[in-house]
């Protein structure tokens, strides 16, 4: 004798579609801001760039090699990326966050390596 057990439905992995598909994730809406003029940054930096969506992040690519992410989160995000030197930088980004700094170290990185 046995007994019937009803498997449990299959629950279909979240899909990431596109950029703002990722940045939706981010709640506050002064991160979100944040997040976006982060990423128009990126998009002025010419041609060779490219920002693809990935599962809860967003990959950016200079001429097809990994040069950031940007990970989301409810109320913040982290932008990680190469440093002039080579090595990798998180930036914790909160809504007081000045994205100065950052765009200056992204931009230098970028040129950099182009």
Known sequence: MYT??????????????????????????????????????????????????????????????????LWVKRKWFVFGHQSSDGEWVNDNVEPGTDLAPIRERLEVALKKGA
Not at 40 to 47: A, C, Q, S
Not at 56 to 68: C, E, R, Y
């Open 4 to 69: 019937e057990i009803n498997p449990a439905p299959v629950i279909e992995p979240l899909q990431t579609r596109s950029v703002d598909d990722v940045l939706g994730y981010i709640t506050d809406e002064v991160a979100h801001r944040k997040a976006r003029e982060l990423l128009e940054t990126v998009r002025t930096l010419g041609p060779a760039v490219s920002m693809d969506p990935v599962q809860g992040a967003v990959s950016i690519k200079l001429d097809g090699k990994v040069a950031a992410y």
